[in-house]
């Protein structure tokens, strides 16, 4: 597959578009991307074409944001510090869902994740979050691989997500699912997307999951679970197919 590198990627933001995600099995990928190559660049950073990432997600005490994602309300926040490993770069990223289907994201670069003690990631919280500062904290941290592929129109970009961890700050419980692989598609509304072409070719249904509440529902047995317990039997018969 051709490459792209990020400067090359530059104009392509997406930070207000259309998301459609997929869970798909890790040894259907490699047929995934053989027929994507023609189609679509690959991100490459100092030679790879794998970026690691780490994330610490923040909510309130009680999990708000946890639980408003469960109980399915749209207009939607999450919080997170996300850690770009090979680019040696940190955001503090707000990302708002609203009642439209659409997400928003923003953010600001940061030294590291302890934003209580940076002025400027105080400030951003407290004007830009719907929750103050003094509200959250770390909730729950992870980390995984990913692919980024770019269409050659690039008005499209698609990350696979692979190597999965989760670690949680309150219960101190981990847990990961390395077969798993979290495709997701981001688009600028309803822009032709080749790789959804190919989903369907492989019998791949849409199913959306968000890491962050897999991750709490995988950590912490306390949290209300009954509207996801529909999506691990998934993942987990998903998995289980030889």
């Given at each position: 597959m051709d490459p792209i590198t990020l400067e090359q990627m530059s104009g392509i933001k997406l930070?207000?578009?259309?998301?459609?995600?997929?869970?798909?099995?890790?040894?259907?990928?490699?047929?995934?991307?053989?027929?994507?190559?023609?189609?679509?660049?690959?991100?490459?950073?100092?030679?790879?074409?794998?970026?690691?990432?780490?994330?610490?997600?923040?909510d309130t005490a009680d999990a708000k944001m946890y639980v408003i994602h469960h109980d399915r309300k749209l207009?939607?926040?999450?919080?997170?510090?996300?850690?770009?490993?090979?680019?040696?770069?940190?955001?503090?990223?707000?990302?708002?869902?609203?009642?439209?289907?659409?997400?928003?994201?923003?953010?600001?670069?940061?030294?590291?994740e302890n934003i209580k003690s940076h002025t400027?990631?105080?400030?951003?919280?407290?004007?830009?979050?719907?929750?103050?500062?003094?509200?959250?904290?770390?909730r729950l941290r992870n980390q995984f691989s990913r692919i980024t592929l770019v269409n050659k129109g690039k008005t499209e970009r698609l990350t696979i997500d692979i190597s999965i961890?989760?670690?949680?700050?309150?219960?101190?419980?981990?847990?990961?699912?390395?077969?798993?692989?979290?495709?997701?598609?981001?688009?600028?509304g309803n822009v032709y997307s080749p790789f959804t072409s190919y989903m369907a070719d492989f019998r791949i249904k849409k199913k959306s999951i968000s890491k962050y509440c897999l991750g709490m529902i995988l950590t912490d047995p306390n949290l209300k679970q009954n509207r996801f317990k529909r999506k691990l039997r998934y993942i987990e018969k998903m998995l289980s197919k030889k």
């Open positions: 930070m207000n578009r259309i998301d459609t995600k997929y869970l798909v099995d890790v040894r259907r990928l490699p047929a995934l991307l053989d027929k994507a190559k023609s189609d679509y660049y690959v991100q490459e950073i100092a030679g790879k074409r794998k970026a690691f990432y780490r994330t610490l997600y923040w207009n939607r926040q999450k919080i997170r510090v996300r850690e770009y490993v090979e680019s040696n770069l940190t955001f503090l990223e707000i990302k708002n869902k609203s009642n439209k289907g659409r997400t928003k994201k923003i953010r600001i670069s940061v030294p590291d400027d990631a105080v400030d951003f919280i407290n004007k830009s979050a719907n929750y103050g500062i003094d509200e959250i904290s770390g961890k989760f670690e949680n700050c309150v219960t101190g419980k981990k847990n990961t699912i390395p077969a798993l692989c979290i495709v997701e598609v981001k688009r600028d």
